[in-house]
């Protein structure tokens, strides 16, 4: 699921790119492209309005490779399941659905189509062609009882459930689970809860944002994003200060650890050679979010004097951005950045608001006075474990 949902990320940043030139946050540039907006905000339907679609097929594509299965079969019996448990509206699909709406629709469908053609395989419920036909014609065939047996389900179910609670199968989904995630994923101490378990996860020596950030919050903060996309479209008012941007600009400054200020403070006042050195190397990678110089070559991994900040330090910038944000005193995010986009930057992009780029700077300088006491501490202790090399050589 992660993978499958990583893989909308570019058509988002391409959507955001022309969301910007839609919007741009200057007066003169915004009546020069005024005319165009129409024509620029159909990149961004095409973009962001796909997302749950991509996802449908991205996800069991993503499944099937895992289980060693026809991927582009279950690919397409993905899109064709997702689709199909959609309302049609005097026959047509309905588009709002193939958005973020429809993204944990597609997350589920995408799983469960998998899992039943995994299962009709296992049990050799499925038709074998002779070995002379062509691979990719004997896929085709071995997919046609799953495929049927997967579109007859949902056909049936969505049906029955229009006539006995009036409600089709993503209309139960995003009450039952999208509502609740969305309402629980979009709050301050989700957010908190999120930050401080990567950052453990980071001193154990597991990609925390990884394996948290990117495989679990992602859908959550994704849909979050295009919501804000939508309303900043429609001219509304943007509705979500949590997003994946608010994360990505705002906390990840420098990396997991908001780890750019450790960078400047290792390439300007450590007095140890090693650590002068680790400030040369990773004050470049730093400044495009890029940390695992510090984490690893510091360590930040199993040392217990460094993690204290580590941790202490994001979790600071969550709570100044939120205020920040919720106050009105800095816009709310509506655009996605890559998450390599250097810091400074990025906050302006994200919110259109140069009082992003303001407060990504101040989240660098508390950050900044947090890691600096740990750091002289950790500092201290090279320049002894240094002196004591010289004197044993």
Known sequence: ????????????????????????????????????????????????GIMGLVAAFSIAYSLATLY???????????????????PFKDGNIDSGLMGSKGLFVAMITGFLVVEVQRLMIKKNIIIHMPKEVPLSVGSSFAALLPGFVILCSVFLLNMSLATW?????????????????LNLGGTLPAVLITV??????????????????????????????????????????????????????????????????????????????????????SILPGFFNINEPIIFGMPIVMNPIMIIPFIIAPLLCVITTFLFMASGIVEKPYALAPWTTPAFISGYLVTGDWKGTALQLLNFFLAGIIYY????????????EEQQQVINE
């Open 1 to 48: 699921m992660r993978d499958g949902v990583v893989t909308t990320i570019p058509l988002l940043i391409i959507g955001s790119f022309f969301l910007i030139c839609a919007f741009p946050p200057i007066g003169f540039l915004a009546e020069l492209v005024s005319p165009y907006v129409h024509d620029l905000l159909a990149v961004v339907n095409a973009t962001f």
């Open 68 to 86: 060693q299965i026809d991927a582009l079969s279950s690919g397409v019996l993905g899109v064709s399941a997702f689709i199909l448990s959609s």
């Open 165 to 181: 609670v009036d409600l089709s199968i993503p209309e139960i989904i995003n009450k039952v689970v999208t509502a609740p995630l």
């Open 196 to 281: 401080f378990a990567v950052q453990l996860l980071w001193f154990f020596g597991i990609h925390g944002q990884a394996l948290i950030g990117t495989g679990i919050m992602a859908p959550i903060w994704l849909a979050l994003t295009q919501q804000n996309a939508e309303a900043k479209m429609a001219g509304q008012v943007v509705p979500n200060i949590i997003c994946q941007q608010f994360v990505d600009a705002f906390i990840l400054i420098g990396g997991s650890g908001t780890t750019l200020a450790l960078a400047a403070l290792l390439f300007t006042v450590v007095k140890s050679n090693q650590l002068k050195a680790l400030g040369k190397t």
């Open 373 to 384: 006491p740990f750091l002289k501490i950790w500092d201290k202790a090279k320049i002894k």
